[in-house]
């Protein structure tokens, strides 16, 4: 089983207009060992156990509830609302959703020759940062210090588990 990784934002995708913008920006990655569509990937990565445990939170907290079947109609283009996401950009490989100032991407690229089946799964996030200091530069606040660690160690949890839950279908 390949681990998560952290790696650059490919070239021309849609989160990296956040990255040349200021905005903080990651990216992770892992590959599977076969074909995974991108609905597939959005369906399996907000109905895996972890993410349903974010998706409690956000309905007790902040009563915006969220169920599997929408997030099987998110996966395949019919609802562009979910939970605290809309859809800001949907291409056939990639999705990008905001919620407030955070963005959640992600993308499915084949790996090797035509005959492989393998597939890279990419999850990326932006956070744009709501002020701006004394010379114009962008300011994040301590509460996005605060949480980063917690952040990235997240995102690599929820697309392992994404990745888990694809591999065993």
Known sequence: MNSVQCC???????LESYSK?????????VSVPRTVTQAEFVEAFYTTTVFKVERFLLATF??????????????????????AWSVEQR???????????TRSWLMVSRTGEPAETGTRLYF??????TRQGRNRTAVMGWQFHALLGFHKLYSRILLRAAARKLRNI
């Open 8 to 14: 650059p934002i490919p070239a021309g995708v849609s």
């Open 21 to 29: 913008r200021g905005a903080y920006t990651d990216c992770y990655s």
């Open 62 to 83: 902040l009563s915006l509830s969220s169920t599997d079947a929408e997030a099987t109609l998110l996966a395949s283009g019919k609802v562009d609302r979910f939970a």
């Open 91 to 101: 291409m056939s490989d990639q999705l990008l959703l905001a919620a407030g100032p």
């Open 124 to 129: 990326g996030s932006a956070v744009v940062p």
